[in-house]
């Protein structure tokens, strides 16, 4: 039989069994805390969870909420913060902790102090008191205590927890529990300790749940209740919580705001820098169309008046039109130089091309989290996985803060749509329907109509040239200059615009991801259960996007660098007529890839 060794004022018993081993601890002489909190590795927690309530039984419906609440919410909340559980009243409770923690693959630490004649383990005296309990083997620590009641252990349970509070913070947890509890409860939010009440769990967690609802409702008034009871009900740290989600749960230990809250922020983040890209890409276009449209529209005029003098016409609306057009070849180069100043001194299309990396590096982070995969997944993240999203959005942003951004307003974020909700957590299936086959399905229809408009604009390319050379061969040379300009305009448009180019990748992009998407409908329904298939399905979608996003940011950059060359050169030439066309064309710079870039899985 193993015998109790003696180290300092803590004596301590090894009892195995099941190949289990709990340890026991009493002090010599009692009431020694602080060396009994030295003799509990507390090294390994970072929290103490002090489990409150009193009823020594519950009833069968209460029992298996208490048992949701303790199996799926508490124990792996704890193991995630790495909590230290003191519990020991009710005895029932205890148990049940016990029980929800038998044979689970990670548990926390369970130290339960407990009158030492209420507890019968081997070598503990002859004749136990006829209310004793066996010992709990799932719990690893037991601290024993004077006592003959359940309930006297409470003086040395909160002066444990007092000692154990100068090294770990301490959480107060009531489950359930009868008046009896009440001065227990006050004397944690005293202590200024964080106090979660469990709602649904009955008895005085319900009751003060309710009463801490109706008190926010109407203003907080606590002049009419008990002032034991209003000094809980007015506790800073008190905290109601009902659902059995231990990542609430480890929210709530550890005073964290909500997960959801965290991406709530992320996703107005997100909408913030996507709606901005929008109206930057529509800006930018809107200019170029119109420097391209008023080259070929001073071609015209040109041709339409061949001489600078012009005689008076005795029709007076002819002779305006001449006028008109006259002034107007002097001032359309004017008013195309201006342009060409403007789009040269904000820059739209950097800016544009910018925030839409950004956006979408935010974009490809949401549903990195939602999914859980990666450094957001449930083994990786734990309760930082907020945090850690909240910090690469941090990078994205200010990395923006210090680029070309910086010289604009901060766009509003925009109303939320009807149906858009980013908050949810997302299955492997539910991934791959709200990622995959969302992108998959835009895919197809912008590679149908993206070769549609290659088609269109080499039509137009060809008919324009087609009726220059007719119109050289009847004799109208003049007219060949305005077929020149319109050609020159679209050639260079289109391949600015790299429709061509845009498209071999997007369908380059389609085929990565229909292989994703192919490889994880062929898993068994276990098969994607596992961490690692969910974390490829994340990594190999996520991936796919961001190179094909890369390849369109790269063909930006050059784009524009060659479009800042043909605008200073524009600048440089004031007045520069109709050979302005082909340059601003030139400058237009795959304008088109922002309306072909859909947001992916943009809210509809």
């Keep these: 039989m193993a015998e109790w060794k003696q180290t300092g004022m803590v004596e301590t018993l090894e009892i195995a069994a099941d190949e289990r081993r709990t340890l026991l601890l009493r002090s010599t002489p009692p009431a020694q805390y602080r060396e009994l909190a030295k003799a509990i590795d507390l090294c390994q927690a970072r929290v103490a969870l002090l489990i409150l309530g009193r009823a020594q039984s519950v009833d069968e419906e209460t029992e298996r909420g ?27 409770t205890m148990q049940l902790i016990g029980r929800c923690a038998e044979f689970r693959r990670h548990s926390p630490l369970l130290l339960a102090v407990v009158p030492e004649s209420l507890i019968t383990y081997p070598g503990s005296p002859s004749e136990p008191n006829s209310a004793a309990v ?26 444990l927890a007092l000692a154990i509070s100068e090294t770990l913070p301490v959480v107060a947890i009531l489950l359930g529990g009868d008046e009896g509890v009440r001065r227990d409860l006050l004397s944690c939010a005293r202590q200024r300790w964080r106090v979660i009440l469990v709602n649904g769990t009955g008895g005085l967690a319900d009751e003060l749940a309710t009463q801490l609802k109706a008190l926010k409702q109407e203003g907080g008034q606590t002049s009419t209740l008990d002032p034991e009871e209003a000094e809980i009900l007015e506790s800073p740290s008190l905290h109601v919580i009902q659902d059995a989600d231990w990542q609430k749960w480890a929210q709530a230990i550890e005073g964290r705001a909500p997960e959801d809250a965290t991406l709530r922020a992320v996703w107005d983040d997100y909408r913030r820098w996507d709606c901005a890209a929008r109206a930057y890409q529509k800006r930018f276009r809107q200019l170029q169309w119109t420097v391209v449209a008023l080259g070929v529209l001073v071609t015209l005029l040109a041709i339409l008046l061949p001489e600078w003098k012009g005689t008076v016409d005795p029709d007076r609306w002819i002779n305006f039109w001449h006028w008109a057009g006259h002034y107007a070849v002097i001032a359309i180069p004017i008013l195309t130089t201006g342009l060409l100043a403007f789009i040269n001194r904000f820059r739209h299309a950097n800016r544009w091309v910018l925030l839409r990396g950004g956006a979408e590096a935010i974009k490809r982070g949401i549903f990195r989290y939602r999914g859980r995969a990666g450094d957001y997944s449930d083994e990786q993240a734990g309760i930082y996985r907020g945090s850690r999203l909240a910090l690469e959005v941090d990078k994205i942003t200010k990395a923006l803060a210090q680029s070309e951004v910086n010289r604009a307003g901060v766009p509003k974020v925009p109303a939320v749509s009807s149906g858009e909700d980013p908050l949810t957590t997302l299955s492997g299936d539910q991934y791959a329907k709200e990622r995959i086959e969302d992108q998959l399905e835009y895919y197809e229809k912008t590679t ?19 009726i220059g050379t007719f119109l050289a061969a009847i004799g109208f040379n003049v007219w060949v200059a305005l077929t020149t300009a319109v050609v020159t305009a679209l050639t260079a448009r289109l391949e600015a615009e790299q429709k061509e180019a845009s498209l071999a990748q997007y369908n380059q992009a389609r085929a990565r991801l229909q292989f994703v998407l192919n490889w994880w409908n062929s898993l068994s329904s276990v098969e994607k259960e596992e961490q690692r298939n969910r974390n490829r399905l994340v990594d190999d979608t996520e991936n796919a996007l961001q190179g094909e996003l890369a390849g369109w940011v790269q063909q930006m950059q050059a784009a524009l660098d060659q479009a800042q060359k043909a605008l200073e050169e524009a600048a440089s030439k ?16 795959a304008s088109a890839r922002g309306g072909q870039i859909r947001q992916v899985n943009q809210p509809s």
Excluded: C
């Excluded at 048992?67 to 029932?92: C, E, H, R, W, Y």
């Excluded at 149908?448 to 324009?464: C, G, S």
């Excluded at 007045?575 to 082909?582: E, H, L, M």
């Design 134 to 159: 066996p010992l709990d083997p799932d719990h690893s620590h037991y601290v024993l205590v004077p006592g003959v009641n359940w309930g006297d252990e409470w003086r040395a349970r909160y002066g």
């Design 574 to 589: 004031k007045g520069a007529g109709v050979s302005v066309t082909p340059k601003t064309s030139e400058q237009a710079g």
């Design 66 to 92: 208490l048992k949701k609440m303790i199996g799926s919410a508490l124990l792996p909340a704890a193991q995630a913060v790495n909590a230290l559980l003191l519990d020991g009243t009710p005895p029932a």
């Design 448 to 466: 149908r109509r993206l070769d549609t408009e290659v088609k269109r604009f080499h039509a137009l390319i060809y008919v324009a040239g087609g």
